[in-house]
């Protein structure tokens, strides 16, 4: 056996194929638009590293898409044939157990086993990456928290992956609001290894959550930083957005829509969810966006009966409702309804449960009827984790029963939400300011207008 550059035993019988898996773990961790062509050159060069068949399945299924499911499963098939053809550690059977409970719809006993791995192999970068990544889509911030904090001190600095191992602990540190730490934890992963998008990603994080968009800005201005990442460059695009957002600067967000993100979109959930995202509160700023809408609702379309995971359905409904058509987005909020009641994956039905919700509100809020789209919205705040994704990009939710709650005239409700939203962000956000302006407008002028008929009244009087 040779060891990979976790310094562990891989199944493999010739350093070539352990040089190519290094290379493959390395393309991963860093989101290189070439991991899936390394996976399946390792795959050529070795067919009997069940190993390698193991993570082409994890990956696979990370895509959140059902037509994948069966590829996956052959995947699982070809790691077990290989596990008889040659045998293999009891780290890598867990990778293979892993991939099992995910295609039996059990990912969270998916994270589960990979995080098992970690007990007696706690450097093992690939099954962090691959467990963090579950945890994040499962929503689960405290644990993918408390992983990290375990495993992160065993790298040390000269660890080959101590800068992955950081990305990985400072986007963990973000999502649970522990800003500084997180912010030193992304620099340095960034420090440590250049080429880690994730690390990077994090600190944008960061600066997005703490209002600081001219840093923001500055922190994403080199694409040639994240040049060698697959369509993980849209989505760190979409948070160069955002600061232009935050920064008033519509017509430059809309420009990098238009330049770098629509012709890049695929099918991806992540790419899809990205673009609807950033058109949403591009029309909420008052921007008429046209007809950029129909291209990613064609895209969500086609992926809505994937049934994978409930963050990227109820993007799905966002696009659909984005091109007016109301139809296929309720279809696709009923199934959600339905799933948090009748599927046979747990994580499933208790992400619908808030997913469903939060899809009623966007159908309600589309139809005009603010006041159901703020109970609808309201009604998920507390669990809106559960449907997964970033702080970041659940926000838009928050902005939506924002909205609605300004739409409907619940002006005491929508000002509470945003002097704390102001508040939170170090008293730097541009979308809290705006609307709390204008509530303050509208109060001087109900204030004046009252004032002169007291005084009308008063006149008529005597």
């Not at 399945?57 to 290989?82: H, I, K, N, Y």
């Not at 629509?262 to 921007?287: F, K």
């Not at 997913?355 to 507390?382: E, H, M, N, P």
């Not at 945003?418 to 300011?433: I, P, Q, S």
Request: proline residues 2%.
């Amino acid at each position: 056996m040779y060891n990979d550059l976790s310094g562990y035993a891989v199944s493999v019988t010739r350093d070539e194929v352990r040089e190519a898996w290094n290379e493959t773990v390395e393309a991963i961790l860093s989101h290189d638009a070439s991991a899936a062509d390394r996976i399946a050159r390792i795959l050529v060069l070795d067919p009997d590293f069940a190993l390698a068949h193991a993570v082409n399945g994890l990956m696979l299924l990370s895509l959140a898409r059902a037509d994948l499911v069966p590829a996956a499963v052959v995947c699982m098939d070809e790691a077990w044939r290989a596990q008889s053809n040659r045998g293999i550690n009891t780290r890598e059977g867990l990778f293979l157990q892993a991939l099992e409970q995910w295609i039996l719809d059990a990912p969270r006993k998916s994270a589960t086993i990979l995080e098992r791995v970690l007990t007696e192999y706690p450097c093992d970068m690939l099954a962090i990456k691959l467990a963090h990544m579950l945890r994040f889509a499962l929503g689960d911030q405290a644990q993918m928290l408390a992983i990290l904090q375990r495993v992160v001190p065993a790298f040390g600095r000269h660890h080959p992956y101590s800068g992955y191992a950081q990305g990985c602990l400072a986007f963990a540190l973000e999502e649970r609001h522990l800003y500084t730490e997180a912010e030193h934890a992304g620099r340095l992963a960034v420090d440590l290894a250049p080429r880690d998008v994730w690390g990077r990603h994090a600190v944008a994080h960061v600066l997005e959550m703490t209002g600081r968009a001219d840093e923001g800005m500055a922190w994403l201005s080199d694409r040639g930083k994240w040049s060698h990442a697959n369509n993980f460059s849209l989505h760190l695009t979409w948070h160069h957005a955002l600061f232009k957002l935050e920064a008033g600067q519509f017509a430059e967000a809309t420009a990098l829509y238009d330049e770098s993100m629509a012709g890049n979109c695929s099918d991806d959930y992540r790419d899809i969810a990205s673009c609807a995202s950033l058109l949403a509160r591009l029309e909420y700023e008052g921007i008429d966006v046209g007809s950029r809408w129909d291209a990613i609702a064609d895209r969500a379309e086609r992926r809505a009966f994937d049934g994978r995971l409930v963050f990227a359905d109820v993007h799905y409904v966002l696009a659909l409702l984005g091109a007016g058509r109301v139809k296929s987005a309720d279809e696709l909020a009923r199934r959600v309804v339905d799933d948090s009641f009748a599927n046979s994956s747990d994580e499933r039905r208790v992400a619908a449960r808030c997913g469903g919700t939060v899809a009623c509100g966007l159908l309600s809020f589309q139809d005009g009827d603010y006041i159901a789209a703020a109970k609808w919205l309201s009604a998920a705040r507390s669990t809106m984790t559960d449907i997964g994704g970033s702080n970041a990009q659940r926000d838009l939710f928050e902005q939506v029963y924002i909205e609605s709650l300004l739409r409907s005239g619940d002006e005491e409700q929508a000002a509470t939400l945003l002097t704390h939203r102001l508040a939170a962000r170090m008293g730097k956000n541009r979308f809290a300011v705006s609307r709390l302006n204008r509530l303050q407008q509208t109060s001087v002028r109900l204030g004046a207008l009252a004032t002169l008929t007291a005084a009308s009244t008063k006149s008529t009087l005597h």
